[in-house]
């Protein structure tokens, strides 16, 4: 049961245009939601997280968006480098007292110069 | 600063062998640990997690198991290794809602 779902294996994205990533989640307990950015042979880096009291979050280059009605958060990329080049989790959480993370599959983002 | 060891990079095992993967974290104290695997074309994979010394929770039947001897280790083990345990295994810790922090990750080769 993938509760936490990237329906996007890849993503293509020109050089300085805006690269927007979705995620799904069907667990309405989730109440903290992060992303993640995985290099090739490297672990995960944490990117930006939202709590599920604001619907919007934003660090420099990176937004994210919750809808928490349609269970649908996003990540908005402006504009996308060569260097955001890999492969992005979503991921969340609960105050299930464990603090564990459920991640989707993943999307490949591929900057083209 | 905290930081999280985890070794060896790459390991190419035989079938039937046993596995021992070390996790070490530095710079805190009494840290959430997990374990997860990335297997070809599929996303993160959770394994294990503790909450403390000796305290381990399994989230997938399988051929692996999980121990954590000291507050700051977490240890990934099998008794005899699978082709289907093949992956990119990955440790990491965690304090309360602050994310996760992983280590560079383990590249395991059954064959």
């Known amino acids: 049961d993938q509760q936490v779902k990237q329906n996007s294996p890849s993503l293509s994205v020109q050089e300085g245009r805006i690269s927007i990533l979705n995620c799904d989640y069907t667990?309405?307990?989730?109440?903290?939601f992060l992303w993640y950015k995985k290099y090739p042979a490297e672990g995960p880096t944490f990117l930006i997280s939202?709590?599920?009291?604001?619907d919007k979050n934003e660090d420099g280059r990176f937004t994210v968006f919750l809808n928490k009605s349609a269970k649908h958060l996003s990540l908005h990329i402006v504009p996308s480098q060569p260097g955001d080049s890999a492969v992005y989790f979503c991921?969340?959480?609960?105050?299930?007292?464990?603090?564990?993370?459920?991640f989707g599959t993943g999307t490949r983002l591929t900057i083209i110069p | 600063s905290q930081t999280i060891h985890q070794w060896p990079a790459t390991l190419v095992q035989p079938v039937g062998s046993p596995l021992s993967l070390e996790c070490t974290v530095e710079?805190?104290?009494?840290?959430?640990l997990y374990w997860y695997r990335q297997a070809a074309g599929r996303g993160l994979q959770l394994l294990f997690y503790?909450?403390?010394?000796?305290?381990i929770s399994s989230e997938v039947p399988q051929n692996l198991s999980a121990s954590r001897p000291q507050d700051r280790q977490f240890i990934l083990s099998s008794k005899k290794l699978l082709l289907s345990d093949s992956g990119f295994y990955l440790c990491?810790?965690?304090?309360?809602?602050?994310?996760?922090?992983f280590g560079s990750g383990t590249r395991l080769t059954v064959v």
């Open positions: 990491a810790w965690s304090v309360y809602r602050a994310g996760y922090t």
């Open positions: 667990n309405s307990m989730f109440d903290y």
């Open positions: 939202i709590s599920s009291i604001k």
């Open positions: 991921a969340a959480s609960g105050n299930f007292g464990n603090e564990k993370l459920t």
């Open positions: 710079g805190t104290s009494n840290p959430n």
């Open positions: 503790s909450v403390g010394i000796g305290q």
